[in-house]
Structure formats: structure tokens, C-alpha cells
């Protein structure tokens, strides 16, 4: 995402892929396909199971079913995954430093503590460079946020897996966050995006998907959203009303 090189993003397909838990369906079985370089949107009400849904892409979760990520010329890529929220206690003394070392290494960090250029870059494009030995616990939730992205990005992945990435962000926050994404996305890469703000989807994104305990529904985002956003219905309806 760093530089201009062309990524060659994966296509997802899903085959009566689904989530349960003891006897609690989350995910109902699912079969389709989320489509080489598009960047897809994952919508639905709070506890419909779309955090889920990723975890399952992600493998993060136990499924029944198939879940097939194929990768261009059968080379397996990378992911970056940012999930929701930082999983982390507030009072554990670790550095913003030692978390991207972390997330980069898979040696101890004494014996690497070192920041690569590759790291340095990722860092300055992210804003973090000055707060390299802030204590996590001690960020905002912006400076968090950019944090995630950070450990994302620098896997070098070709899909990108997001949480709601743009919550905890002011507005000028979300555009620079979105120009990332969509510089990643015009290079190829794939992108499966969990958000709530119906703007940013018709903006940015090329599919969306309803979730609610199953896929209800998969299309043009505005489409999808005129059918099942309460705020979006009521616009139409007003309009309609009005016409
Ligand atoms: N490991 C688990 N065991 C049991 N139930 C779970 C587990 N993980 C999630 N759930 C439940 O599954 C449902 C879907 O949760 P999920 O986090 O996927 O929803 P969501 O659509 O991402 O919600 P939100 O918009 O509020 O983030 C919720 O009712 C949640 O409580």
C-alpha cells in the first residue's frame, strides 16, 4: 500500500459456509463469491454477525462449510486483518514501537528492536512516527485506530479484512483512512469491510452485503441499502412522498 506496485487481491468463495456455536447458529450457511479487487462492503444490525463473518474469512473462528480464498497464480498472499477493537489491557506496558515490532516478527522482541525502513515508512505515512514509545494504553481512539492499520498493512497484504476501521475517527481521520484503502484497492488489492456508514459504502464500496444471522441480501450498495437501512428507507420514502 506503500508504494505503487500492482497487487494481485484474491477472490473469497464460500460454499454453505457458516458459524455455530453449541446450538446457536451465528452465520447461516452462505455460498457465494466476493469478487478478485472489489471492495466489498459487510452491513447489517448490531449482533447480526458480520464481525463473525470476517473472523470466519479470517479463519479466526470454527465454521462448517467450505471458505476457498484463491489466489491469483496459486501463490498464497497475505492478509491484514484489523479487527474491531484493540485486544489489549489498558495498563499493559507496551509501546506503540513493540506492537508494530510485534505484529512484524515473529522472533522476541529483544532481539530485533529495531524499526526496518519498510516499518519506518509505514509509520511516517500513518502519523505514528513521533509517538514510538507512547504507551498503547495511553492513545486515543484515533491514534489506536491508525495503530491497527498500521500492523495491517505492513504484513504487505494483497486483501484487506476491516472491522469498522473508521470508528473512533473524526471526519478529517476517515478520509485520510479511506485514501489509503482506496489507493490499495486501485493497485488490485482486495478489500472486506465491516461498516455502518451508509455514505461511505455508496461512496467507496463495489458490493455490499446484508447480514442478519444470514446473507439476506448482495448487490449495489445502494441497492442493498435502500432495501434494508431504516435511514435510507425513510429517505426514499419521503421522496417518493414528495414526487
Ligand atoms: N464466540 C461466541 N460465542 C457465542 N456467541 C457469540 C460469539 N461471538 C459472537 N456471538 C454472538 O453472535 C452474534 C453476532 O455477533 P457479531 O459480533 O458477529 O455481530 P455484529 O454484526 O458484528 O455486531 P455489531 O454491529 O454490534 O458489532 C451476537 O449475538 C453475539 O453475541
Request: proline content about 6%.
Amino acid at each position: 500500500m506503500m508504494n505503487n506496485h500492482a497487487l494481485d487481491g484474491p477472490c473469497i468463495r464460500l460454499d454453505q459456509a457458516g458459524v455455530r456455536v453449541d446450538s446457536t447458529q451465528l452465520v447461516a450457511p452462505v455460498s457465494t463469491q466476493l469478487e478478485s479487487g472489489q471492495w466489498h462492503a459487510i452491513l447489517g444490525p448490531n449482533g447480526g454477525g458480520k464481525s463473525t463473518l470476517l473472523k470466519m474469512l479470517m479463519g479466526l473462528m470454527p465454521h462448517h462449510g467450505l471458505v476457498n480464498i484463491d489466489w491469483p497464480q496459486g501463490e498464497k498472499g497475505q492478509i491484514g486483518y484489523m479487527p474491531q477493537m484493540l485486544p489489549f489491557d489498558r495498563s499493559v506496558p507496551i509501546s506503540v514501537l513493540d506492537y508494530v515490532l510485534m505484529s512484524v516478527s515473529t522472533k522476541p522482541l529483544w532481539f530485533a528492536r529495531r524499526l526496518t525502513p519498510e516499518v519506518k515508512v509505514v509509520m511516517e505515512k500513518l502519523r505514528l512516527s513521533h509517538m514510538l514509545n507512547r504507551k498503547i494504553g495511553a492513545l486515543s481512539g484515533g491514534e489506536r485506530q491508525r495503530l491497527l492499520l498500521a500492523s495491517a498493512l505492513l504484513q504487505s497484504p494483497s486483501l484487506l479484512v476491516l472491522d469498522e476501521p473508521l470508528s473512533g475517527l473524526d471526519q478529517a481521520g476517515q478520509k485520510e483512512i479511506l485514501g489509503l484503502f482506496s489507493a490499495f484497492n486501485k493497485r488490485g488489492g482486495t478489500i472486506v469491510m465491516v461498516e455502518h456508514d451508509w455514505q461511505v459504502v455508496i461512496d467507496y464500496c463495489h458490493q455490499a452485503y446484508w447480514v442478519e444471522g444470514e446473507l439476506k441480501a448482495k448487490g449495489a450498495p445502494a441497492e442493498v441499502l435502500e432495501c434494508f437501512s431504516p435511514v435510507l428507507r425513510k429517505w426514499s420514502d419521503n421522496n417518493r412522498t414528495v414526487a
